[in-house]
């Protein structure tokens, strides 16, 4: 449901220290243009030239490209995982948390080209980076939807996790079947969010629920 993961250190453990500010440069700033333009026409020779550093340079601190593709991901995941911390600090109540995550999610996906998410599929590391991630994705979404139960805003009682499960799998499908093509990735993705949990609302939980909607105007 939520991109969370830890950032590993591996890459920079291999790099000097001059270059580790250098790295983390690269990461957000080819982020920012993956998102923009897709990850296929993003070439290593354009990311180089940004930087006004050599290819062999680059290619020290990212084998390939598909490592540089991956090390973005685990980068933005960490950022989330960072990101959760200070929203659960802020929030009031966990609907509150699990509300300002999910409308968070949606204004990322306005910055991102379609194609992004059908090209990411071609980069069998990535794919295998997030199977390797997926449980951990879904333990870290099952704490707030327990919280969620626990404090009265989420029916008990329910399978959470097949309705996790399930979720994943029809996002799965969306970006494989290129409706993004035909809708808005994030008028699906908040279509999903409401039909999927807006249901297993409680009667205190739906009130809240929508009330915190229709203050953040999603």
């Known amino acids: 449901m939520f991109l969370l993961s830890c950032l590993t250190n591996e890459v920079l453990e291999h790099i000097s220290d001059s270059q580790k500010d250098l790295y983390l440069c690269i990461l ?3 982020w920012v243009e993956f998102k923009r333009m897709g990850l296929k026409k993003v070439k290593m020779d354009d990311i180089s030239s940004h930087f006004s550093i050599s290819k062999r340079t680059l290619y020290e601190m990212f084998e390939d490209k598909e490592t540089l593709v991956v090390e973005c991901f685990k980068h933005q995941l960490e950022t989330s995982r960072q990101e959760l911390a200070k929203i659960q600090k ?3 109540h966990s609907l509150e948390t699990y509300v300002m995550l999910f409308v968070e999610r949606i204004k990322e996906l306005e910055a991102v080209n379609p194609i992004f998410f059908s090209e990411a599929f ?6 295998k980076f997030f199977d390797e991630t997926t449980e951990q994705r879904n333990n870290i979404a099952m704490d707030i939807i327990r ?5 009265g805003y989420f029916i008990p009682d329910f399978n ?12 799965l499908n969306i970006i494989r079947m ?3 093509k035909k809708y808005k990735m994030n008028d699906m993705l908040n279509t999903l969010q409401i039909i999927s ?3 297993c609302c409680t009667k205190k939980g739906l009130k809240l629920f929508d009330a915190q909607l229709d203050n953040l105007k999603l």
């Open 122 to 127: 071609k980069y069998p590391r990535l794919m």
């Open 90 to 92: 802020e929030s009031k």
């Open 160 to 171: 959470y996790q097949m309705l996790l499960d399930a979720y994943n799998v029809q996002l």
């Open 178 to 180: 290129e409706l993004f």
């Open 147 to 151: 919280q969620c139960v626990s404090d």
């Open 197 to 199: 949990f807006r249901g």
């Open 28 to 30: 957000e700033y080819a």
